[in-house]
């Protein structure tokens, strides 16, 4: 039975994607699935980045695709879980060094020895876009809580729907909870609204990513993390359990003292 | 032509038309004519019809005939046009066409659109559209005739685009970003409006776009 070919998009840049996709395919990775992660952001390379694997790249996508070697030189297993492999790409071609039906054979070569692929997307709609779809059963689209990058979620759902992949998920990354009490920030209803697809997964702001990018050592190793739990809980989602999504409002300073005296809020 | 006869009545925008196929010959033209006229007398009387002819030129002589039969039965000839393309298919029933030439102000054709509309999708439209679901922000619908929106509005809509000023926009929720009918823009205030529940609609009144609650 293949595996199953999952992109992560989102049309806008910097909402989490490459985040998502590394922590994701770790989470699954240490449940004991295989899985296979690839880069498509060519020319703007960060996967390997934010696995910790940059110095480790020999062969890259492009080389693949051109035929310079075989698929199974270029993947890099993970340093850390043998689960774990990562197809990294070129950071010195650009979008147009592969195209999509390369793109399709490589993910369907991938899928035949992995449980999950899981595809990295760059920001946009063009041919990095395309290349990133193609071969892609199933897409979850990351947004974070502001106007312009649930804009452009949108038109990414309208541009899966139209090249025939339907029923994204969605994941909205960088809430604050206390700015959407006080109505600075959208709330996950306000983006369910306009984006009417199903919801699965909402990670909080959190230092720790920041710090977990830098060091190439993926959130979701980090126990005390909330968007680290965040992102296995969503890993569990992705494969299929019933997972109860987090109380990310934990009331704020006033009912938090409330709760400790035990008066209720 | 079809089972329909050699002669089909049609309900035009601009009154009944009188369409007669070509390639009956002219005696099965006279009694199909006589047998529907005889099947729905009374129901046409004193009623205004046009005569025309899907591709061939009727002659005089067959044109009086036609006029003369129709007559019999208390129908009168508005203007017997040459030749006619081939119409858009309305059904043949009376209950459909409209007596007389009374004018409607709507454009013939719509056009349902059975989804929500996302952000960079356009629909451009000689007629009618209705949508049925929402038109997200980013969205653009463009219709010579009306906009309905069963859903809600937050896109851009031009209604009348091709200069009716009588075309509406209609809308579950009207929140548009942009609102266009005929050479006319408009956008909500900029001061924050508290958002009013209910269908409504916009139309031009007094040389601006105007926006109203529904009610039937």
């Not at chain 1, 770790?26 to 295989?34: E, Q």
């Not at chain 1, 920041?210 to 190439?216: A, D, E, H, L, Q």
């Not at chain 1, 999504?245 to 809020?265: A, W």
Request: proline share 3%; hydrophobic share 40%.
């Amino acid at each position: 039975m293949p595996g199953k070919a999952i992109v992560i998009t989102s049309g806008k840049g910097g909402v989490g994607k490459t985040t998502v996709t590394a922590n994701l395919g770790m989470a699954l990775a240490i449940t004991g699935k295989t899985v296979a992660l690839v880069d498509s952001d060519t020319g703007l390379r960060n996967l390997d980045v934010v696995m910790g694997l940059e110095n480790r790249i020999v062969y890259d996508l492009v080389d693949v695709a051109d035929g310079h070697c075989k698929l199974q030189q270029a993947l890099i297993r993970d340093k850390r879980t043998k689960n774990l492999c990562l197809l990294p790409t070129a950071q010195t071609k650009e979008k147009d060094a592969v195209n999509p039906s390369q793109m399709q054979a490589i993910i369907e070569q991938l899928a035949a020895d992995f449980e999950y692929v899981i595809i990295d997307c760059p920001a946009g709609i063009e041919h990095g876009f395309r290349n990133a779809i193609a071969g892609a059963q199933e897409a979850i689209i990351v947004t974070t809580p502001e106007v312009s990058a649930v804009r452009d979620a949108d038109r990414i759902i309208g541009l899966l729907e139209s090249q025939g992949l339907y029923n994204p998920k969605l994941i909205v990354n960088r809430v604050r909870p206390e700015m959407v009490r006080k109505g600075d920030m959208m709330d996950i209803d306000d983006i369910i609204e306009i984006l009417a697809i199903e919801l699965i997964g909402v990670i909080p702001d959190d230092e720790a990513i920041i710090v977990s990018t830098n060091k190439g050592e993926p959130v979701v190793l980090d126990g005390k993390s909330r968007a680290g739990q965040a992102l296995s809980n969503i890993a569990r989602r992705v494969n299929g359990e019933q997972v109860p999504f987090m109380n990310l409002d934990d009331g704020g300073l006033v009912s938090r003292l409330k709760k400790i005296i035990g008066l209720r809020d | 032509m079809d089972s329909r006869g050699a002669v089909v009545f049609k309900g035009t925008r601009d009154g009944i038309k009188l369409l007669i196929d070509e390639k009956a010959d002219f005696a099965a033209i006279i009694n199909d004519l006589r047998a529907k006229l005889r099947e729905s007398s009374g129901f046409w009387q004193g009623a205004s019809v046009s005569i025309g002819s899907l591709t061939r030129e009727l002659n005089d002589d067959e044109r009086s005939k036609i006029a003369d039969t129709m007559r019999e039965f208390g129908l009168s000839i508005a203007s017997a046009s040459r030749r006619e393309g081939a119409d858009g298919d309305l059904a043949d029933s009376p209950a459909g066409s409209s007596m007389g030439s009374k004018k409607t102000e709507t454009a013939e054709q719509t056009l349902i659109v059975r989804r929500t509309m996302r952000s960079g999708q356009r629909v451009n439209f000689d007629g009618n559209v209705v949508v049925l679901g929402d038109v997200n922000p980013g969205a653009e619908i463009v219709a010579s005739g009306d906009i309905i929106v069963l859903g809600t509005l937050r896109g851009v809509a031009h209604a009348g685009a091709l200069g009716n000023e009588s075309a509406i926009v209609f809308g579950l929720k009207l929140d548009p970003t942009q609102l266009r009918i005929a050479f006319q823009i408009s956008r909500a205030p900029d001061e924050k409006v508290a958002s009013r529940p209910g269908p409504e609609l916009a139309c031009i009144s007094e040389g601006s776009i105007v926006v109203k609650t529904y009610s039937v």
